[in-house]
């Protein structure tokens, strides 16, 4: 049974690499779009109902024009390097809830939530870029589906005899990976390496988007500044340190300034 259990694993991981448009890289991700898409769809607007939105004020419009301005230029940016159709199933929404908490995040299939407690860091339109582009990359890149295939082959070695992935069961991965059910709304730390692969292709988004790829090292100066205390899980995670990654955005900046002109993007708003 747990050769059975093995060579499945095995297989599923085969089979279930993606490449990642932005890395070029192969990602471990067996979770298609259409499997995850509608549970994460559903489970944000549950969260919309139980919390406070903000609807109609200046902050809530800026969070939308930000929002779409940076999903467009992902989509220019994809449909240049052929990957048109890459956002098909994708169904873009931008939310501001009124909870102090410093954090934001982004759901697979592009549903973002800024809370009003991070809108004070960002300062204005260009430090919403940053965390905007920063979230959006993650949906971008699978991160999440990449999370639930780990801790799927995780459940496989560890649950013998249980290989069939029923749906209630599914649903346990999700949750498990986005931290639903236990705090609404917060989701769990992403790898190092994937907020290091958020922060690249984000800083590019922006750039092509219009704003000033520069903000994002200010940015991070100004999260630095505000973490005395605990930090909240997803946003303000530990890693990689807030000094790599000032370090890393501040060198990467000129880079993304440079993929923006390609796309006609000569200045940027600061
Ligand atoms: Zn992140």
Not at 90 to 117: H, Q, R, S
Not at 253 to 266: D, I, S
Request: hydrophobic share 40%.
């Amino acid at each position: 049974m747990r050769k059975i259990i093995l060579v499945f694993a095995l297989f599923l991981g085969v089979a279930a690499c993606k490449t990642n448009p932005f890395t070029g890289k192969k990602v471990l991700n067996f979770y298609p779009n259409s499997q995850i898409f509608p549970t994460a769809f559903a489970q944000y607007d549950q969260f919309l109902t139980e919390n406070k939105v903000v609807e109609n004020t200046a902050d809530a419009k800026m969070i939308t024009k930000v929002g779409q301005r940076i999903s467009s230029a992902a989509e220019r940016w994809l449909t240049a390097n052929g990957y048109s159709g890459y956002l098909k199933d994708y169904k873009w929404e931008y939310n501001l809830v009124n909870d102090e908490t410093v954090n934001a995040w982004c759901m697979p299939g592009g549903k973002i939530v800024f809370y009003t407690g991070i809108l004070p860091i960002c300062k204005g339109e260009t430090g919403v870029a940053v965390v905007m582009g920063h979230e959006v990359a993650h949906a971008l890149a699978d991160h999440g589906a990449q999370r639930m295939s780990a801790g799927t082959l995780q459940q496989l070695g560890a649950v013998a005899g249980n290989v069939a992935i029923q749906d209630p069961e599914k649903r346990n991965i999700f949750n498990q990976a986005y931290g639903v059910g236990s705090q609404v709304g917060v989701m769990l730390p992403f790898s190092r390496s994937h907020e290091t692969e958020a922060d690249r292709i984000g800083l590019q988004i922006m750039a092509i988007a219009g704003y000033d790829p520069a903000e994002a090292a200010e940015l991070w100066k100004r999260m630095k500044a505000n973490s005395g205390g605990e930090a909240p899980p997803e946003f303000m995670s530990t890693h990689p340190s807030n000094d790599t990654r000032i370090k890393n955005l501040t060198e990467w900046a000129p880079a993304a300034r440079a993929e923006a002109k390609k796309f006609g993007v000569t200045s940027f708003q600061k």
